[in-house]
Every structure is written in C-alpha cells, then in structure tokens.
C-alpha cells in the first residue's frame, strides 16, 4: 500500500533524445510527489515535483505527467544531455511529511 | 547556500561496535530524517524526528535508534552494528510538514565489517 514503483531500472539515451521514467502507486493518500536527482557521490535534490489536482507540470526540460485515475506519473526529460546522467527517484508524500521513495533509475545520456 | 552535513563520508566498523552517525542542518528545519540507500531498493526510512526529543519509527528503525537533542542536530545510533547494516546513509531535512522538499546531505557510507 506504501509502495512506489519505479520503472525501468536503467535507461540509455542518445544525447538529444527523450528519457522516460515512469511510477504507479496503490495509497490513494499520498498528496505530493517530487522527483529526486542524484549524482554520483551527492545526496538526492529536489528536482521538479507535482500535486494530484495538476495533470502536467512543466520546468525547463523536465516534466511530470500525472494521471490520477491511474495511479501513475512519469518524468520526461526532454532533449537529454550527457549532464543529465544520474539516478533518478520518484516519491510520494503521505500526509505526515514522510516521503516514500521508488527504486530508482539509472540513467545514462551517451554524446 | 542551505546545507546538511554528515560528519563522516566513508566509515569502516566492526561488527558488534556501537556506531554513532551525525547530521547537523543549518536551515533552522523543523524536521529531520534518517534513510539508508542500497541498489535495487532505494532509499528506505529508518527513523524520523517533527521536533527537539522527539522521534518516530520509519519502515526499517530495527537495529537503529536516534537522538535529537537539539534542533539542529540528528544523530542515528547503532546499537551493535551487524554486516546487513553495510550501506549508503543519507540524512535529510524539510522547513515544514506537508512540503516534501528534502534537502539531503551527501551521506555516509558505512562498511562493518
């Protein structure tokens, strides 16, 4: 009931291409859900993030599409860049500030 | 710039010590948060505080305890560290309840061996 699940593992994208990470939840409580960027030796950063009663939020290159009836949302990064590397986490906000985070994605931009 | 610091960037234990790792934040947060990352599971949270000497159990707090005696400060003890508790440990903190922007530490990477 707490989980996210997060999909794929790990992704190959062509410089200039479109990355596609997508998450599905079950607990309808949940009330926020961020996206989390992660470099190799840093901690997690916030990186976009989207209420349920938005169906798409849009920042620079990233954007997150939210489908409510379906339980799901997704972060695509439009024209990739070998900076975008990094793993990325989805997560989910229940009600006491306690985020619970998918497993994460890999991704990996190649020139 | 906001900051968490995790005093200590790799740890090597043995098994059986008494680990202590330390979080300090300078952003005045309210809440903190203890989660250990390992591949395949993401991050997983262990123990949680809303508030100074107070605490709360995240989905894995076995092994584990906390302290937060000041607002700033959160420490996550292990009581007698074991080699399942081999992994990345990221600390965290949030201004508000509801907010969900976490600002992270780099973590500690932690080995008992």
């Known amino acids: 009931q707490q989980q996210v699940k997060q999909s794929p593992q790990s992704l190959i994208v062509q410089k200039g291409g479109i990355s596609i990470i997508n998450c599905a939840y079950e607990n309808t409580a949940f009330d926020y859900f961020p996206w989390y960027q992660q470099f190799p030796g840093k901690g997690p950063a916030l990186l976009i993030a989207?209420?349920?009663?938005?169906s798409e939020k849009k920042e620079g290159r990233f954007t997150i599409s939210f489908n409510k009836s379906a339980k799901q949302f997704s972060l695509h990064i439009m024209d990739s860049q070998p900076g975008d590397s990094a793993t990325y986490f989805c997560a989910a906000l229940l009600n006491t500030d306690k985020l619970i985070f998918g497993t994460g994605t890999r991704l990996q931009v190649f020139p | 710039d906001v900051k968490v610091t995790q005093s200590s960037r790799y740890l090597v234990k043995r098994t059986g010590e008494k680990v202590f790792l330390e979080c300090v934040q300078d952003m005045d947060h309210e809440n903190m948060f203890w989660y250990r990352q390992d591949p395949g599971l993401g991050l997983r949270l262990i123990y949680f505080s809303y508030d100074v000497k107070m605490k709360e159990k995240g989905d894995i707090p076995e092994g584990y305890s906390v302290s937060r005696e000041k607002k700033e400060r959160f420490s996550l003890i292990l009581e007698s560290a074991s080699t399942n508790q081999t992994s990345m440990y990221l600390c965290a903190s949030s201004l508000y309840t509801g907010t969900g922007g976490y600002t992270f530490g780099s973590g500690t990477r932690l080995t008992v061996v």
């Open positions: 989207i209420r349920p009663d938005v």
